[in-house]
């Protein structure tokens, strides 16, 4: 039921891309993305530790409702260059959404090819509410958000203690009602 979930899309620079859910056999995709995300989008996206040992427990894991993963892969070069996820993925409920991509594939519109899929098949399998949490100084993410009609509901106040620059970071909490 979840192979319904597909869709091809070019980037700006002329990149065909395949928007689908990670599958078991793509343990060595996830590996290289993980491996080659880049510090900057590191910074501000770090669900888990981007480690081959973590790619392999996703995989191993892999488990729909509790964590659905959709990935973009370049066609030409067979790899991931993005990943967006809801957790849990279940009927009424509310899902917590992250989003990342490699990061020579950002600015090129593929956070809103990915975010327009993600809330597209998060409508068609009855999900509640995508709730999510931005740094505030991430603007380019808030801007993505705020184009797709997420809004804030708290403002946590230097609530983050980051160690790349060991300062306190506020963050957004955001949240998009899919009035289902
Ligand atoms: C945030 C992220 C997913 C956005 O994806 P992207 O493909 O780079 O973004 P897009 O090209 O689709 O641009 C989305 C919107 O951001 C805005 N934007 C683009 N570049 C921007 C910039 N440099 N500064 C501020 N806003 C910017 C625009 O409004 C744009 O919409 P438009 O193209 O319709 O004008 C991606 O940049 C990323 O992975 N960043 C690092 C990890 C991260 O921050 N994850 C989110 C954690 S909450």
Same mark, same amino acid.
């Given at each position: ?15 065909? %891309?395949?928007? =689908? ?17 880049? $510090?900057?989008?590191?910074? !501000?996206?770090?669900?888990?530790? $981007?480690? =081959? ?5 996703? *995989? ?6 509790? $964590?659905?993963? %959709? ?5 030409? @070069? ?14 009424? @409920?509310?899902?917590? +959404?992250? *989003?990342?991509?490699?990061?020579? !594939? ?11 899929? *993600?809330?597209?098949? #998060?409508?068609? !399998?009855?999900?509640? @509410? ?5 740094? #505030?100084?991430? /603007?380019?993410?808030? #801007? +993505?958000? /705020?184009? $797709?009609?997420?809004? %804030? !509901?708290?403002? =946590?106040?230097?609530?983050?203690? +980051? ?7 506020? %963050? ?7 009035? *289902?």
């Amino acid at each position: 039921m979840f192979e319904k979930y597909v869709k091809r899309v070019t980037l700006r620079n002329g990149s065909k %891309v395949t928007l =689908r859910p990670l599958k078991k056999e793509d343990l060595n995709m996830l590996v290289d993305f993980f491996l080659n995300i880049g $510090f900057e989008t590191e910074k !501000y996206f770090h669900p888990f530790p $981007f480690t =081959r040992e973590q790619a392999e427990k996703i *995989i191993r894991e892999l488990d729909y409702e509790k $964590f659905f993963p %959709v990935v973009a892969v370049e066609e030409k @070069e067979r790899r991931i260059v993005g990943m967006v996820f809801l957790s849990p993925f279940k009927r009424g @409920e509310v899902s917590s +959404l992250g *989003i990342g991509l490699r990061h020579d !594939y950002r600015g090129l519109g593929l956070g809103s090819r990915l975010m327009e899929f *993600i809330i597209e098949v #998060a409508k068609d !399998y009855g999900v509640r @509410e995508i709730r999510l949490s931005v740094y #505030a100084d991430n /603007c380019r993410a808030i #801007a +993505l958000y /705020c184009k $797709f009609g997420f809004e %804030v !509901y708290k403002v =946590r106040k230097k609530a983050v203690y +980051l160690k790349w620059d060991g300062k306190y970071h506020t %963050v957004y909490l955001m949240s998009l009602e899919l009035g *289902i």
